[in-house]
């Protein structure tokens, strides 16, 4: 790639390193399409306006740029792409609270994860998160898929579940592993994170929650690799300890390993301080696993 001495963008000045961030998440995720990278990018740098939303079609615009300049190399564009969706106060009928399900999860099962695949889905799904999860929607960061948990007796929607790109350093998680800079920025795509976990807070159903993360272990993989090509081989997930336990994780054999520093999980240079400490659990989806992360 051919570097050039300055760009900008929004007024502001990128610096070299920027650039080179830049380049290294294009040429880790090839499957995204413009517009999810740029969402990506701006999440990665905060480039926001004051409403706090992305800055998505100047970042697109801006990487286009740098294609143009050979800085960058972009996926094709493509003439029809689905539009990222947003979170809304508009709330409907569809998402209203029903009546409480509390039974044994014998009567629901065999519990299945149902893929989001259409706009429709991804609405509703949008919605249930941003209105029952104590963390809202977000754009998530990088590649992500999405789940309604069901139940497979009468199609019943118990939840939602996200899985998206992992952290790009947390200290405790890469001590376990055992991984040097060069190894983790190499091999962490083969990390996914479990960005969001809702079960709908009329379903009271006991090891509800841990099934289906057992479930999540033995299929995700398998969705990960048909739709961007990479087989990840651990999990990752933080949890508010404040608010949550870790029990369902705990139970499905998730591993604690330590806590996050509280900086954000894509501060790279120790500069948004202030954000709420969380425990961090891994599940290894390959016994291999360290060695796969590892490979230099």
């Known amino acids: 790639m051919r570097l050039i001495s300055k760009q900008t963008f929004c007024g502001r000045i990128i610096s070299s390193d920027e650039i080179n961030e830049i380049a290294l998440i294009v040429e880790m995720f090839p499957k995204l399409t413009r517009t999810e990278l740029a969402n990506t990018i701006c999440e990665l740098f905060s480039w926001k306006r004051p409403t706090g939303k992305l800055?998505?079609?100047e970042c697109r615009q801006f990487l286009e740029r740098l294609d143009?300049?050979?800085i960058i190399r972009l996926p094709a564009c493509k003439n029809q792409y689905t539009r990222q969706i947003k979170s809304t106060d508009?709330?409907?009928?569809r998402?209203?609270?029903?009546s409480t399900i509390s039974t044994k999860l014998s009567e629901l099962s065999p519990i299945v994860l149902t893929r989001v695949r259409n706009d429709d889905q991804r609405r509703l799904w949008c919605e249930y998160v941003d209105r029952y999860h104590y963390l809202g929607y977000r754009i998530p960061f990088g590649a992500h898929l999405r789940y309604f948990i069901q139940s497979s007796v009468d199609q019943t929607r118990l939840g939602c579940l996200q899985f998206s790109s992992p952290a790009w350093r947390m200290a405790a998680r890469d001590g376990w592993i055992g991984w040097s800079d060069d190894q983790r920025r190499k091999n962490l795509q083969k990390i996914i994170s479990n960005s969001r976990f809702l079960i709908f807070p009329w379903v009271r159903v006991k090891n509800l929650a841990s099934s289906v993360l057992s479930l999540a272990a033995r299929t995700v993989a398998h969705d990960w690799i048909d739709c961007y090509g990479l087989r990840p081989v651990l999990m990752e997930t933080?949890?508010?300890?404040?608010q949550y336990s870790g029990t369902c994780y705990r139970a499905a054999n998730?591993?604690?390993v330590g806590e996050t520093t509280g900086r954000g999980r894509m501060d790279r240079q120790n500069?948004?301080?202030g954000k709420a400490v969380k425990d961090i659990y891994l599940y290894?989806?390959?016994?291999?696993?360290?060695?796969?992360?590892t490979q230099s």
Do not use: I, Y
């Open 55 to 57: 800055k998505t079609v």
């Open 90 to 93: 508009n709330r409907t009928k």
């Open 254 to 256: 998730w591993v604690f």
């Open 271 to 273: 500069k948004r301080k």
């Open 238 to 242: 933080l949890v508010d300890g404040k």
């Open 95 to 98: 998402t209203d609270s029903q």
């Open 284 to 293: 290894p989806l390959s016994k291999k696993f360290r060695q796969e992360l």
């Open 68 to 70: 143009a300049c050979g």
